[in-house]
């Protein structure tokens, strides 16, 4: 979404930015306006109210036009406040960037520095920076733009502290790139957004503190009008003549209001998390917007989905990453769902419990029954008390589902105490004894254990145990050993495997390692551009594959002691989801495809096996009727 689009939807910063637009036109007009000289005195006409014969808004106590006076002065404040914001920027960004860039000594140095000046009550200092300087706008302008260094320079340091330590930092140090290249190309526009988002919060203080200054004399001086120095000129006639302090006074409301306004605007619009997901937060469930017929529940499948279908909206696209999506798990059963990456098994996973992020994600049909229950039209309140206690997941990266500030013992005793009003030492003892069925040696020294302290392995049993803690009915595991080596990986496939025997948990388990999945599925989907292209027992499936797709996907798996074959990959790459072609989306890369398949929808077809292909390797044990309706 473009940043005025996003802008445009806070009302507040939309009104901010019409007045300060006009203000800023007003200032630059000025000159061309036929106004009356602002520095011209008639005393015989003093204090003149508003609405008087040549002079809209009155006169001050020297007779001047105040009309004229307010122009000049609000552009001449503005003018100010900016330049002093924008030297306060990029003297402050410079600063921060190279202390915390450099870190050590040279941060030690600066930031003591910095520190220092921030030691002072700001107005105390821009006082002593215009007594040493002496009056006059400019030295006000200098004073501003010195007091408000610091805070710029602290910012822009923490955000770089950050950026330095990145692996895009060190990689480019890896390349040869000299510190000056790296601060200019890789840390600098990082911290673009956030030198903005600081400049559009602060101008509007900025200009105040430099009406400050003119008001208490040290900034502009006689005759020269800014908002400052009018408001301190007409102090004395506050109760005779209100009229003369009310008129700047306005104007630096105003356009403080109109600033402030704005600067949160900008600031919000600014933030790339906000980007896609506009300006709210996400749903605390998956967006439903169903259209067509809800499919009923039906067989004996503990958890099965039926035709669903997820979306995601991004400004004019829709992105159909599951197209209708049907599949089915029995108690102690374990599914496989293997794809190309991109082909939708994360969103498959993700809609069942509604965890797809709304916005951009919408489902836009068909439905997911858990024991008949239809979830995808359940309420917050229902899916919260499922997720984790029927159904819970386990996924690829547990570093990043794990807290790090909080011992794997009290994160595992919180999840049983959120479906379970059990005490701390009861949690405590259960929280063991998951440590234990998951195999973690020493489990009472592991409990009080962070997550950094542990191994990728050890993380992984975590997420398990994690997913485990309520004796959940079905685990949907997503690639939960892909970052796995092979030893712990094996020892993570049994330990699943144990546990649907023991338990007669039901398993989803999404992979693209074919291996994982003749070891531990019993059933095998395979998903392409967001659909089931092929369903069936996982050894039938993996022998004498039915369609193209998985044919040619099988062949690209080496085989260890097969010696040495010519691998072939799939040539072309999936299709984007938001510009699917018609007929079957595998078409473009198949080898077998004819005019037939480029046409209409194709149906997936068959019995226990199941194929949506029209030129099937091995025709499944179709039932005629379907073949026949699916070529139509
Ligand atoms: N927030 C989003 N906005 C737009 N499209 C998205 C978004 N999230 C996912 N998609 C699209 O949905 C499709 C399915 O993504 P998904 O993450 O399910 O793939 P995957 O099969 O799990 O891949 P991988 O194996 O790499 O995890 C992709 O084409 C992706 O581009």
Excluded at 461 to 475: E, K, T
Excluded at 481 to 507: N, P
Aim: with cysteine; glycine share 10%.
């Amino acid at each position: 979404m473009s940043f005025l689009a996003l802008l445009a939807r806070n009302r507040l910063a939309l009104a901010g930015l019409v007045v300060m637009a006009l203000v800023v036109a007003l200032a630059l007009v000025t000159p061309l306006l036929p106004l009356a000289d602002p520095d011209v005195t008639d005393t015989g006409n003093r204090f003149l109210p508003p609405f008087s014969e040549g002079a809209l808004l009155g006169t001050d106590h020297l007779g001047r036009d105040l009309l004229s006076r307010l122009l000049w002065g609000t552009r001449l404040s503005l003018a100010v406040g900016f330049a002093a914001a924008v030297i306060a920027a990029v003297l402050g960004a410079a600063v921060g960037i190279v202390a915390g860039y450099y870190g050590g000594r040279v941060d030690n140095l600066i930031m003591r520095g910095v520190d220092m000046l921030m030691a002072f009550p700001y107005i105390l200092l821009a006082l002593a920076i215009v007594a040493a300087l002496g009056p006059g706008l400019l030295n006000a302008l200098i004073a501003v733009a010195a007091v408000n260094i610091p805070f710029f320079a602290r910012n822009i340091r923490g955000i770089t502290v950050g950026i330095a330590h990145k692996e895009f930092v060190d990689a480019a140090k890896l390349a040869g790139m000299g510190d000056g290249r790296i601060i200019l190309s890789e840390v600098l526009p990082n911290v673009i957004p956030v030198i903005v988002i600081a400049m559009s919060t602060t101008v509007g203080w900025m200009i105040l503190e430099t009406a400050g200054l003119s008001f208490l004399g040290l900034g502009s001086q006689p005759p020269q009008a800014d908002l400052g120095s009018m408001l301190g000129e007409a102090r004395s006639a506050l109760i005779t003549n209100p009229h003369t302090s009310v008129v700047p006074g306005m104007m630096i409301l105003v356009i403080v209001m109109a600033i402030n306004l704005l600067g949160d605007g900008v600031r919000d619009a600014l933030d790339p998390r906000l980007r896609s997901g506009a300006l709210s937060r996400p749903m605390a469930a998956t967006m439903v917007r169903r259209e067509g017929p809800v499919p009923q529940p039906e067989g004996e499948a503990l958890l099965a989905l039926r035709e669903l279908r997820t979306e995601f909206h991004v400004k004019q696209r829709v992105y159909r990453a599951l197209g209708g999506v049907s599949l089915g798990v029995r108690p102690g059963e374990c599914l496989g769902i293997i794809g190309e990456s991109g082909s939708g098994k994360s969103v498959t996973a993700l809609s069942v419990m509604g965890l797809v992020a709304s916005p951009p994600g919408v489902i836009a049909g068909g439905a997911v029954h858990y024991r008949g229950e239809d979830l995808v039209g359940a309420t917050y309140e229902r899916l919260r008390s499922l997720r984790g206690r029927e159904i819970a997941y386990i996924f690829q990266d547990p570093l990043a589902t794990l807290h790090p500030l909080y011992t794997v013992g009290d994160q595992l005793a919180e999840a049983i105490r959120v479906h379970r009003g059990v005490s701390r030492g009861e949690a405590r003892s259960r929280t063991l004894a998951l440590l234990r069925d998951v195999r973690i040696p020493n489990a009472e020294s592991r409990l009080d254990s962070y997550p950094h302290e542990m191994s990728g392995g050890m993380r992984q049993r975590v997420g398990i145990a994690m997913a485990l803690a309520n004796d959940p009915q079905v685990i949907i595991a997503d690639e939960p050993t892909t970052a796995l080596d092979v030893t712990v990986q094996a020892q993570i496939l049994s330990l699943l495997d144990t546990l649907r025997r023991e338990k007669g948990l039901a398993i989803v388990f999404i992979t693209h390692d074919f291996g994982v999945v003749a070891q531990l599925c019993d059933r095998v989907a395979v998903m392409y551009a967001g659909r089931i292209v092929e369903e069936g027992p996982t050894q039938a499936v993996l022998e004498t594959p039915a369609h193209p797709y998985t044919r040619r996907l099988i062949a690209c798996v080496p085989e260890l002691g097969e010696g040495k074959r010519v691998l072939h990959a799939i040539p072309g790459l999936p299709p984007a989801v938001d510009a699917l072609p018609p007929g079957c989306a595998f078409a473009p890369r198949c080898d077998k495809a004819a005019e037939a398949c480029r046409e209409g929808d194709v149906a997936l077809h068959g019995g226990a096996r199941k194929v949506r292909c029209l030129f099937p390797e091995t025709a499944p044990e179709t039932d005629p009727e379907t073949a026949a309706e699916a070529a139509q």
